[in-house]
């Protein structure tokens, strides 16, 4: 196995730009999964907000043996960058015949931060079937800002995922998007542990970007998904070039002129 960090391309950064999250399935191997189960089974100790990464976790703990993972490792240094800090990290249960699910939410208030994002690193240590209550996503719901549980009105979208998934694994999210852990209808505890991850640098071209002109990159970016409105779905669109201006630094990209004619503020002499 490689050791060395497998950093992200381009076209799944901009995957990820697009639908709000990166799956990684199966990916960390059974010891781990099986120690993790163990460990949250029994509670996680807090890490004060703000711990850098690399001294939040001792050695043997499995979030250390996690996140050296090199498929880990190099898509969270993508993403966040290279010593990102610890905001905080929680045990998720669903519990045996809860009867009700989680109402769907965003982890924070509004945030209206256009150049940076939060990273959120769900782990599934064991394996997730369709009784058990997996996590249910929007995917391309990240950008659109929410107000927490102010959308748990909302039921049902077309195209939401219910993720049921092999043992090992893991979902890294951006922070805005729209999820609740679904009703577990079967006998067994549902776990998964969920990582925050703020960056301390800025998030420009922190991936291989050797495939950065390949044009699955706009076709990415392009995506549109089943709940979208018609017009509103432009709107995403117009989000995800600002955001992958602010990751590229290139302040000339754009699809269909979207940005570019929104941006235009002729100044008086500019022809003179
Ligand atoms: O348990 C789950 O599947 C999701 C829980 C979660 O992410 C949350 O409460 O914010």
Known sequence: ??????????????????????????VVPQEINERAVATLT????????????????????????LLALPV???????????????????????????????????????????????????????????????????????????NETDVGRVQNLRGQTRLTCPAGTVVLVHHGIWH?????????????????????????????????HDPAVTAELNTYFPWYEQATARLEIYNRVLLWRALTGDHSFDIDYWVTRVSNRPTLGSHS
């Open 42 to 65: 029994e509670g996680i100790p807090d890490v004060p907000y703000g711990t850098p990464l690399g001294k939040a976790f001792a050695q043997n703990t499995f979030v250390h043996e």
């Open 180 to 212: 609740g852990g679904r009703r577990n209808d079967t006998a067994r505890r549902r776990h998964m542990y969920k990582l925050r991850l703020n960056p301390t640098v800025p998030q420009v071209r922190l991936w291989d970007t050797s495939d950065l």
């Open 1 to 26: 196995m490689s050791t060395s960090k497998q950093l992200l391309t381009s076209v799944q950064v901009a995957r990820f730009v697009a639908q709000g999250f990166l799956r990684l399935d199966g």
């Open 72 to 146: 880990i490792a190099g898509a969270v240094e993508s993403l966040v960058g290279p010593e990102p800090t610890v905001d905080h990290h929680a045990v998720h249960v669903r519990e045996p015949h809860e009867g009700q699910a989680q109402p769907l939410h965003g982890d924070a208030i509004i945030d209206v931060r256009p150049d940076a994002f939060d990273i959120q690193l769900m782990y599934y240590p064991h394996e997730v079937t369709t009784e058990m209550g997996g996590t249910l996503s929007v995917p391309g719901s990240h950008l659109r800002r929410i």
